[in-house]
């Protein structure tokens, strides 16, 4: 788990992480969550169409439903309660990559240590697994693939360290580090990995 319950809490954030599969009534379970009131921002983050009129029927007054999620089927539509549209002000809007000012915002947070990017990283490669990791790209789970381009490996996700290191030291020195900073890839498994690793790029 990237972000912990009590991690949120340590920031005012209540923090819920609910699997709705065997849910009979989600809908339900999630406005409860909510004590009924709806949620102010709901994202979706694939695009299907049960999921898009779910979150539009958890919004709360002057809701919006953030589809960040690109359909490729040019025919792609769901439902909306546009009666919640009208009396309620709910709204929807299309997120889709960011501009200049959106980097530079997100630098600055950055700096302020208020969002921490690596949480997006899910593999770590050397330069050798770039060719078949981009071949392989549409198939590989997770985030952020990182490349370290003059070390010679295997792309290998964070998940995965502990069996691996089970043949190698290196690996399962690396799982200990990740796990040590909340299952994230940080500064300290990234200079162990510098120095420890003899898989080298050849000059």
Request: glycine content about 8%; proline content about 4%; hydrophobic content about 40%.
């Given at each position: 788990?990237?972000?912990?319950?009590?991690?949120?809490?340590?920031?005012?954030?209540?923090?819920?992480?609910?699997?709705?599969?065997?849910?009979?009534?989600?809908?339900?379970?999630l406005m409860e969550l909510?004590?009924?009131?709806?949620?102010?921002?709901?994202?979706?983050?694939?695009?299907?169409?049960?999921?898009?009129?779910?979150?539009?029927?958890?919004?709360?007054?002057?809701?919006?439903?953030?589809?960040?999620?690109?359909?490729?089927?040019?025919?792609?539509?769901?439902?909306?309660?546009?009666?919640?549209?009208?009396?309620?002000?709910?709204?929807?809007?299309?997120?889709?990559?960011?501009?200049?000012?959106?980097?530079?915002?997100?630098?600055?947070?950055?700096?302020?240590?208020?969002?921490?990017?690596?949480?997006?990283?899910?593999?770590?490669?050397?330069?050798?697994?770039?060719?078949?990791?981009?071949?392989?790209?549409?198939?590989?789970?997770?985030?952020?693939?990182?490349?370290?381009?003059?070390?010679?490996?295997?792309?290998?996700?964070?998940?995965?360290?502990?069996?691996?290191?089970?043949?190698?030291?290196?690996?399962?020195?690396?799982?200990?580090?990740?796990?040590?900073?909340?299952?994230?890839?940080?500064?300290?498994?990234?200079?162990?990995?510098?120095?420890?690793?003899?898989?080298?790029?050849?000059?």
């Amino acid at each position: 788990m990237l972000y912990t319950v009590e991690h949120a809490k340590k920031n005012g954030v209540e923090l819920h992480y609910l699997n709705t599969r065997d849910l009979e009534d989600a809908d339900s379970v999630l406005m409860e969550l909510s004590n009924g009131e709806g949620y102010d921002d709901v994202f979706v983050m694939a695009p299907v169409k049960a999921l898009i009129e779910q979150a539009d029927a958890i919004l709360a007054k002057d809701g919006c439903l953030n589809f960040f999620a690109g359909p490729e089927r040019t025919d792609f539509t769901a439902s909306l309660n546009f009666y919640n549209v009208h009396y309620a002000s709910t709204h929807i809007v299309g997120t889709s990559g960011g501009n200049t000012d959106d980097l530079r915002e997100s630098l600055k947070l950055m700096e302020q240590g208020l969002i921490n990017p690596a949480g997006m990283v899910t593999h770590i490669g050397g330069l050798s697994s770039v060719p078949q990791t981009v071949i392989d790209l549409p198939k590989i789970p997770g985030g952020k693939k990182m490349i370290y381009t003059h070390l010679d490996f295997p792309l290998t996700a964070l998940e995965d360290f502990a069996e691996k290191g089970k043949k190698y030291p290196l690996f399962a020195k690396l799982d200990e580090l990740v796990k040590k900073h909340n299952g994230l890839w940080n500064a300290e498994a990234e200079a162990y990995l510098m120095e420890h690793c003899t898989m080298r790029i050849e000059d």
